[in-house]
């Protein structure tokens, strides 16, 4: 069967999945700021016109996509926790989750932090904001609940923690993308996130 008529069979939900998709690979392989919306069209073998009729305009794109990085980053962190041991095993599963999620999907950091994303689209932006707030959230909850168990210190500032768990995995994610092969994002967490641990836990 002709590939085209495929292609046109698809349901308006099913091509702008598709979209998405292909975004999300051009943007780890030439910079979010750097996608035009022909890249799409090209890599799909349709026309801009073709984009245009599912998605308003580019920046309609990126905020589908950031929908659609919230949405199956939540569902993986989740799904991490929901056999976890306690609330720091929770956290220890969350956070190698995530590292395997930006490993599988490495145009992500670049979107989340993508300043010129950051500047054009206000609405992109609280988007983003809630992301990593509700994120920030969840890990402070986690912590309080460590805490009334007595598993990290009872001074332990709870969002700070969260802040800096935040930060770990940003910094992770940046030298990794500096130092290519020389610096792998998952022996890196390995040997980063027990340190975090060391700091927050209970001194017995």
Known sequence: MNQEIIKKRMSSEERQG????VAVELAADKGVDSVTTQDMADAMNLTQGAIFRHFATKDDIWFAVIVWVRE????????????????????????????AFISKHPAIPRLLFSELLHKKNGKLRQLIEGIISGYEAKIAGLLEEAKSQSLVSADLDSPSAAVLYIGMIQGLVMQSSIFGGKRALQQQAEKTFPIFLHGIKTRR
């Open 72 to 99: 199956r980053l939540m569902k993986v962190l989740d799904n991490a926790a929901a056999d976890a041991t306690d609330p720091l095993n929770a956290i220890e599963r969350m956070f190698f989750a995530h590292i």
């Open 18 to 21: 598709e979209i998405i998709r």
